[in-house]
């Protein structure tokens, strides 16, 4: 049996990498003839798996993590058709049948069939369906020729893979969060949040054509992250509120459309930045937007949060400002990004050189033998994408 290792959560605050089991094309007692095993090429620290290593989900001791996936495809089902051995393709963080109601309306995220719980599942997340994580070595990518994106040259990707590895998440997250959030040319926008999301969703503003982005954070190195690439920032530290900062940089105190890249570990502002206030983000952002506006809200809440503020909390029960949203007629979107609708679009714009999202986000390279120190240095707010190369790869 060939071996694989993998970084396993141990407990809050404590991940290790250890032996796991190698792939099969197998479901438990079924075979897996729609999957294939994928040798991995690069394997990224989410801002997600952070929520469940600080211990603020339900996730067991042991859990594989990972659900951000390139890979090269050496061992194909027999019911596989289109995706042969030596691809190099992007596995969509959704697990997704593409034979449901949901999947065939083009909304992966919440699949019917591949977690017995809820809809929706992922790789190496806690409640989505049981699959093993992709921080791994090898793994396993069920229903492949729906699943996965094939890049066109595998040298090419290559020579582009530290922009193509943020395929599977991030960048579809941060774009899909522009999206639903109504971002066009000409749009002056208000993204929540400088982390890994917040950055690709910030530059996927630009990508839409929009005319100003504000990015809103309270960690100096990830404002100048944002800046960087042609950013307004926003300190959320300052005694200031935040429509009172964005009046300073476009003249009145309102954005067209928001994105929450945040999620419900939120913080205060100002005075209470270092108290958790987990409605801040969503309550802030609907002060700021206009009447008619669209919020998007790529950003993870949670029905279990073990760590919550209070009882409600812990249920994802928040105490969002309702009222005011529908004063203002504002349209929500939220949950997981259907990767598959905007994955090969993405690509297209990373292969021609319309935007350099690795530079945005600042992909950092690392061994898989150092993904616990990522995780480490990511929650000490690091302006880095910690990108996981298991077999040299990259650096090759």
Request: aromatic share 6%; with cysteine; hydrophobic share 40%.
């Amino acid at each position: 049996m060939a071996a694989n290792r993998g970084v396993a959560y141990i407990k809050p605050g404590e991940v290790s990498v250890q032996n796991i089991d190698f792939p099969k094309l197998s479901l438990g007692k079924r075979k897996c003839n729609h999957g294939v095993i994928l040798k991995i090429i690069s394997t990224n620290i989410c801002g997600s798996d952070q929520h469940m290593v600080r211990g603020r989900t339900t996730a067991p001791p042991g859990l594989i993590l990972g659900h951000e996936i390139t890979g090269q495809v050496i061992e194909v089902g027999r019911d596989v058709e289109f995706i042969k051995e030596g691809d190099v393709v992007s596995v969509p963080f959704n697990v997704a049948c593409g034979r449901c109601r949901n999947c065939k309306e083009g909304r992966t995220g919440i699949c019917l069939n591949v977690n017995p719980a809820r809809p929706g599942a992922a790789y190496g997340y806690v409640d989505m369906g049981g699959w093993v994580g992709g921080q791994a070595e090898y793994v396993l990518v069920p229903y492949a020729d729906f699943n996965l994106l094939k890049f066109p040259d595998p040298d090419e990707a290559m020579a582009k893979i530290k922009d193509l590895t943020l395929l599977s998440d991030i960048f579809p997250t941060g774009y899909h969060g522009a999206v639903t959030a109504g971002v066009g040319p000409g749009s002056i926008v208000y993204v929540a949040g400088a982390g890994p999301v917040g950055l690709a969703c910030a530059a996927s503003c630009h990508l839409l054509g929009a005319a100003v982005v504000i990015v809103g954070d309270m960690i100096p190195q990830r404002l100048k992250q944002a800046k960087s690439f042609g950013c307004e920032t926003i300190d959320l530290t300052k005694d200031a509120t935040l429509a009172q900062q964005i009046e300073q940089i476009v003249g009145v105190p309102e954005v067209d459309c928001s994105v929450d890249c945040v999620g419900f570990e939120a913080r205060g502002h100002g005075h209470d930045a270092k108290t958790e206030r987990p409605a801040t983000v969503l309550n802030s952002i609907m002060e700021v937007t206009r009447a008619g506006g669209a919020l998007g809200i790529p950003g993870l809440y949670v029905t279990g949060d073990p760590g919550g503020v209070d009882n409600n909390a812990k249920i994802g029960m928040l105490g969002i400002r309702i009222g005011l949203g529908w004063a203002k007629s504002h349209t929500f979107a939220t949950g997981q990004c259907p990767v598959l609708r905007y994955n090969r679009q993405l690509m297209q714009c990373i292969l021609h050189d319309k935007i350099k999202i690795a530079k945005a986000v600042n992909v950092t390279t690392i061994t898989l033998d150092e993904a616990p120190k990522g995780y480490k240095d990511f929650d000490k707010g690091a302006a880095k994408k910690f990108v996981i190369d298991p077999h040299g790869m990259i650096a090759a």
